[in-house]
């Protein structure tokens, strides 16, 4: 898979797929990396690692980006805006999120919020969900969701970190799955 990747924070989900690309553990190629952020970390990280790398801050100017590349998956890693991609993307937008969709999403429902939610609310369970996005936050065909228990002890940020873990294994892991079924096998098994 062409993955441009759109994110707005630290980029370490980016981070995660360099590992896993250079270890052949997740097949694809990050051809573009794009923030909504100027000054987001994971912009930098991209540099590093030789990705073209750029700023854009609405829609429309990722989109005019996305478009002097070869991209067939557009990756949302901390992407933290609603993204419409072009026409011709439309199916193709991946997320992930912090939680087991349904539980804990939606508007508001990003990073350190969602886990403090669950912290809040004393969920037995939490995990994070790979799913394509539409229009809407958090919905779109689900493609890998993995979980983990949640211990009376364990405090926001530990519910964070044991998420994070769990998603170093469930993005590459969604991504091989999309490679290997195509983009529109996910669709239409959605109900
Ligand atoms: C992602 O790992 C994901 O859990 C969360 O942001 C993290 C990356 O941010 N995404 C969402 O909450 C989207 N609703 P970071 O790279 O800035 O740490």
């Not at 809407?136 to 002890?153: F, H, N, W």
Request: charged share 20%; with cysteine.
């Amino acid at each position: 898979m062409k993955m441009a990747v759109l994110l707005s924070g630290t980029g370490r989900t980016l981070d995660n797929f360099y590992n896993n690309i250079k270890n052949g553990t997740m097949q694809g190629s990050v051809e573009v990396v794009l923030s909504n952020q100027k000054d987001a970390l994971g912009l930098t990280k991209a540099e590093q690692y030789g990705y073209p790398a750029f700023h854009a801050s609405g829609n429309e100017a990722i989109n005019k980006i996305i478009d002097q590349y070869q991209v067939d998956l557009v990756v949302l890693a901390g992407f933290l805006k609603l993204y419409t991609p072009p026409a011709r993307l439309q199916k193709s937008v991946l997320n992930i999120h912090p939680s087991l969709i349904p539980s804990f999403c939606g508007a508001g429902f990003y990073g350190m919020n969602v886990h403090n939610a669950v912290h809040k609310r004393g969920v037995k369970l939490t995990g994070c969900t790979v799913h394509f996005a539409n229009e809407v936050y958090d919905e779109g065909p689900i493609v890998v969701q993995k979980s983990v228990a949640v211990t009376a002890e364990d405090t926001p940020k530990d519910i964070a970190a044991k998420v994070f873990e769990l998603e170093c294994l469930a993005y590459p892991e969604a991504i091989n799955l999309v490679a290997e079924k195509g983009i529109d096998y996910f669709w239409n098994i959605s109900r």
